[in-house]
């Protein structure tokens, strides 16, 4: 069983792995206890207890301490053939979270891995591809709430984007804490939340120039209580100051209704 291992370690909090490193095999890896921390391509993140970590061939990563003062773990490395079958639906790693069942399955493997026979290479893959169903299901479930939980956020900006928007407000509508849900908003739509409330206001706005409101009105309808604000923030995102974007659009419509039918108008630029 070329490339496979499956090994169970107690450790202090302060050990690490020194260098970030790679491996031409999948990790699994299973916390039973304790605290870690991954880092892994751009991302960082803490394994807490009962969560699994999966990681494919060639991607830079390490681990290192998070504050507890010991730590138990099972790792496994998997060779590539035994997960070919579903590399391509694999994220390049994931996390799992508060998966207990997986402690057994890990001692199977480790079972297994060190009383092997003629039937153990069947036996581990069969194993291996349990713990791997079961942590991706978890995790995909996860993913689709995450989703969820931005849709209905957005949903709730939307709809309160003329009053007070606050990210206390949001997280509690959504049912978690600021923090979380700040970092979480981030994950999912790569942008703070702040400049999501502003391309928001300033997109509804910009909706209202053009339709030929007034610059108090789009400042009013964006939610923002200082007009002058208002402008400066529409021209720093539209390049463009909010009169000029309207007239811009004022002239374009007066262009459409007096060569309609006949000739086509002359394009309109900021």
């Not at 970590?53 to 681990?63: A, E």
Request: aromatic share 14%.
């Amino acid at each position: 069983m070329e490339d496979f291992s499956c090994t169970f370690r107690k450790r202090n909090a302060f050990n690490q792995m020194p260098d970030l490193h790679s491996h031409a095999f999948y990790e699994m890896y299973y916390l039973v206890s304790g605290e870690r921390r991954y880092f892994i391509q751009d991302t960082v993140f803490t394994v807490h207890a009962k969560g699994f970590v999966f990681i494919k061939p060639g991607l830079l990563h390490k681990t290192s301490f998070s504050g507890e003062s010991m730590h138990t773990r099972y790792f496994a490395s998997i060779p590539q053939e035994w997960f070919e079958s579903v590399a391509s639906i694999l994220p390049p790693f994931f996390l799992s979270e508060n998966l207990p069942d997986l402690e057994y399955s890990f001692s199977l493997l480790q079972r297994e891995a060190e009383n092997a026979d003629e039937m153990s290479g069947l036996m581990c893959q069969a194993i291996a591809m349990e713990i791997l169903s079961h942590a991706f299901r978890s995790y995909k479930l996860k993913e689709e709430e995450e989703d969820d939980v931005v849709k209905k956020a957005t949903a709730f900006i939307k709809k309160n984007i003329e009053g007070g928007l606050s990210l206390e407000s949001i997280a509690s509508e959504v049912g978690m804490s600021s923090t979380y849900f700040s970092s979480l908003f981030h994950k999912k739509t790569g942008m703070k939340l702040s400049d999501f409330i502003r391309s928001a206001r300033i997109s509804i706005a910009a909706d209202v120039l053009r339709k030929g409101g007034r610059v108090s009105e789009a400042s009013d309808r964006a939610g923002f209580s200082d007009p002058a604000y208002f402008k400066d923030v529409f021209r720093s995102v539209m390049k463009i100051s909010p009169s000029s974007y309207r007239r811009n659009f004022i002239n374009k419509n007066n262009h459409d209704v007096i060569y309609k039918g006949w000739i086509t108008p002359p394009k309109i630029t900021s």
